[in-house]
């Protein structure tokens, strides 16, 4: 199992192992994830890299997230923050972070560290 938890700032070294990464900083320079709303997206550049925005309410419970066979998941957190669990691995997500797991890994979103918050994040799946 796959994880990778760093800084944005360091998402270019990355580029090496996940080519997809140059595309999602493209995205991502471009501000896009903040600009649109709720919704599944293509890339621009009509790549492999699909993003899902999704803003919800974290809580105790949190929710399981989709599958997605085969592919990779990168999550940014575009607002507030959240707790991610990834197949028993805890981690905080808040703004300048970023997460890549597996597709096929069992993981749990929007889980609350203290209070409930309200929170945006973008997932690129490729």
């Known amino acids: 199992m796959m994880i990778v938890f ?6 270019e070294s990355y580029e090496g192992v996940f080519p997809a990464i140059r ?7 471009r501000s896009l ?8 997206y293509d890339t621009p550049e009509k790549s ?4 899902i ?10 929710f399981e997230a989709e599958k997605h066979s085969g592919k990779n998941v990168m999550e940014i957190v575009l607002e507030g923050d959240e707790i991610v669990s990834v197949e028993g691995s805890v981690l905080r997500m808040m703004n300048g972070r970023f997460l890549i797991y597996s597709g096929e890994a069992e993981v749990r979103r929007a889980l609350s560290y203290a209070l ?5 994040a973008v997932r690129f799946i490729f």
Do not use: A, C, K, W
Request: proline share 5%; aromatic share 8%; charged share 30%.
């Open 116 to 120: 409930p918050e309200h929170t945006r």
């Open 6 to 11: 760093d800084t944005l700032s360091e998402l």
């Open 48 to 51: 492999d890299v699909r993003y």
């Open 33 to 40: 994830p903040y600009e649109q709303g709720d919704g599944r």
């Open 53 to 62: 925005i999704d803003s919800f309410l974290t809580s105790d419970n949190g």
């Open 23 to 29: 595309t999602i900083i493209g995205v991502m320079d």
